[in-house]
């Protein structure tokens, strides 16, 4: 179970994020770097001048160079800005799974709890609330025995029986949450 805890949605969408907070370092990591811009546009254009002759069709060429001198301020800072985002997500992901671990943890002992419960029910105290109103029942028919004798030894049965089935109900809720915490479905 452990070893499935990372595929868990959340941690799935906290890797994403990581992922994505990495990139936007390494394009803050890009501002530094000179960068070329190429333009080129084709226009017609529709009407006459003032002298109603047509327009010409017209070609727009644009070369830009963009060259970071001063990177002190703004590229320094989007970098620093970049690496600390990527850090908080990255604590923000680890803590996101010491909360599963350790809910992971904490149901993994219950459910053993609850097994060893409902071993103890089955072997030992559901037999012996059996047993107890089968006695109760020869007692009484013998004329031996109490009826309140009979019907309390009953209720303890149907509360025994209450119990291992309440056991059983929180079993299957803890696999139903491990599950959950291992990001399976059914």
């Known amino acids: 179970l452990l070893d499935r805890l990372p595929m868990h949605p959340v941690l799935r969408q906290a890797d994403a994020k990581i992922s994505a907070d990495q990139t936007g370092v390494e394009l803050a990591k890009q501002s530094y770097k000179p960068s070329w811009g190429l333009s080129l546009s084709y226009g017609r254009r529709p009407g006459d001048d003032a002298a109603g002759r047509p327009y010409s069709n017209m070609v727009t060429a644009l070369v830009t160079f963009s060259l970071p001198l001063f990177t002190g301020d703004r ?3 989007q970098t620093v800005s970049a690496r600390e985002t990527l850090k908080a997500s990255t604590y923000a992901r680890d803590d996101q799974l010491r909360q599963l671990k350790q809910e992971l943890d904490d149901d993994w002992a219950r459910w053993q709890d609850l097994k060893q419960l409902n071993a ?3 072997q030992t105290v559901l037999p012996d609330s059996a047993a107890d109103v089968t006695s109760g029942l020869d007692a009484y028919g013998n004329g031996s025995g109490d009826f ?3 019907i309390r030894a009953q209720l303890g049965d149907l509360n025994a029986k209450l119990r291992a089935l309440r056991i059983q109900v929180d079993t299957e809720a803890l696999k ?3 599950l959950y915490l291992t990001g399976e479905q059914g």
């Open 176 to 178: 139903a949450q491990f």
């Open 120 to 122: 103890l029910y089955a």
């Open 148 to 150: 309140f004798e009979v």
């Open 75 to 77: 590229q320094d800072q």
